[in-house]
T-cell receptor, first 115, second 113 residues
Framework: DAGITQSPRHKVTETGTPVTLRCHQTENHRYMYWYRQDPGHGLRLIHYSYGVKDTDKGEVSDGYSVSRSKTEDFLLTLESATSSQTSVYFC??????????????FGPGTRLTVT | DQQVKQNSPSLSVQEGRISILNCDYTNSMFDYFLWYKKYPAEGPTFLISISSIKDKNEDGRFTVFLNKSAKHLSLHIVPSQPGDSAVYFCAAATQGGSEKLVFGKGTKLTVNP
């Protein structure tokens, strides 16, 4: 267990409302990632962070923003949720200096439904 | 364009037999490959990996084979157990790159008792 939690675990929200998902790690990993998983698409990277205040876009970043003000927390924000953002969101971490940093460890996921 | 492809969405095998999951990639810059296993309602868990300097890596019942010339890797599970029933994702990375992984779409393995 890599010591990674996500909150909330489930959320139902209405179209147009802002939503923030939180990823928290206790292992001091350098890198943090947000993915979404959808049927027929596998895991797609939304945004990732390579340090405090250092973030970059993934392949499906439109409509999402992130922030990382502390090593242990990585927030994903949907500024104005749309039905196409209904998905399961996974946070991942890597970069302990022991294992290769491309070995990512995943949180339990957040199931988001936008109605 | 998909850089990592898992062309079989599903696979069904009998308990005790071998399960072979396949993965193809198109980007010749990939030099590190990983397999993840995912149960329903849980996050993916790291299973096994292989560097491009090797052609085989083994961990218990799990073996990954890499054929660089064919840009193909496979995961062998021997013997298969009902608890191995899950979705398996292949992923690829470029060492010394941006620490990002590119995932395939996954193969759902069902091991029948």
């Amino acid at each position: 267990d890599a010591g990674i939690t996500q909150s909330p675990r489930h959320k139902v929200t209405e179209t147009g409302t802002p939503v923030t998902l939180r990823c928290h790690q206790t292992e001091n990993h350098r890198y943090m990632y947000w993915y979404r998983q959808d049927p027929g698409h596998g895991l797609r990277l939304i945004h990732y962070s390579y340090g405090v205040k250092d973030t970059d876009k993934g392949e499906v970043s439109d409509g999402y923003s992130v922030s990382r003000s502390k090593t242990e927390d990585f927030l994903l924000t949907l500024e104005s949720a749309t039905s196409s953002q209904t998905s399961v969101y996974f946070c991942a971490i890597s970069g302990t200096g022991i294992h290769p940093s491309y070995e990512q460890y995943f949180g339990p996921g957040t199931r988001l439904t936008v109605t | 364009d998909q850089q990592v492809k898992q062309n079989s969405p599903s696979l069904s095998v009998q308990e005790g037999r071998i399960s072979i999951l396949n993965c193809d990639y198109t980007n010749s810059m990939f030099d590190y490959f990983l397999w993840y296993k995912k149960y329903p309602a849980e996050g993916p868990t790291f299973l096994i990996s292989i560097s491009s300097i090797k052609d085989k890596n083994e961990d218990g019942r799990f073996t990954v084979f890499l054929n660089k010339s064919a840009k193909h890797l496979s995961l062998h599970i021997v013997p298969s157990q009902p608890g191995d029933s899950a979705v398996y994702f292949c992923a690829a990375a470029t060492q010394g790159g941006s620490e990002k992984l590119v995932f395939g779409k996954g193969t759902k393995l069902t091991v029948n008792p």
